[in-house]
C-alpha cells in the first residue's frame, strides 16, 4: 500500500500499458511539456532564487525563457539539467551569472545525470 510514482519517456509509457501486470497496477499520465506562461516563470525565478551564484542571474527575462524552452523543448529534467550545467559553468568560470549570453553560448548540452553527478564531474 506504499504509493508509487514513476517518471519517465514515451517508451516507458508504452512498457507500462502493454504489460499486462502493469497495466493493472498503475496508471499513466502525460504531464506535458512547459510553456512560455506564468507557470514556467515561476519555476525559473524558484530555481533562480537558490543558486549559488554572487550576481544577480536574469533567467526569468522573456528572451531567456524563450531560449531555456527552445533548448530543452519543455521537458523538466532538461531544463533542471541544463540550470544545473550553466549554475556551474558560471561559478567555473568567475561569471557567477546566468544571462542571454550564458543560453545562447553554453557549450555542452544539459547532462542527463543526477545533480551529485554532475556537480562530482564539475569539480573533478
Not at 504531464?31 to 506562461?37: E, L, T
Not at 541544463?82 to 551569472?97: F, P, V
Request: aromatic share 6%.
Amino acid at each position: 500500500r506504499i504509493p508509487m510514482f514513476c517518471a519517465g519517456t514515451a517508451e516507458a509509457k508504452t512498457a507500462l500499458t502493454t504489460d499486462e501486470q502493469l497495466a493493472d497496477r498503475f496508471e499513466a499520465f502525460e504531464i506535458p511539456a512547459w510553456q512560455n506562461d506564468e507557470s514556467f516563470l515561476r519555476l525559473i525565478a524558484s530555481f533562480q532564487a537558490v543558486f549559488p551564484l554572487r550576481r544577480s542571474s536574469d533567467l526569468t527575462s522573456l528572451v531567456c525563457r524563450r531560449l531555456l524552452l527552445d533548448r530543452t523543448d519543455g521537458v523538466t529534467v532538461r531544463i533542471v539539467r541544463l540550470l544545473e550545467t550553466l549554475a556551474i559553468d558560471a561559478i567555473r568560470t568567475g561569471k557567477e551569472k546566468i544571462d542571454r549570453d550564458s543560453l545562447e553560448n553554453i557549450r555542452v548540452p544539459a547532462p542527463l545525470l543526477s545533480m551529485g553527478h554532475a556537480v562530482e564531474k564539475a569539480l573533478s
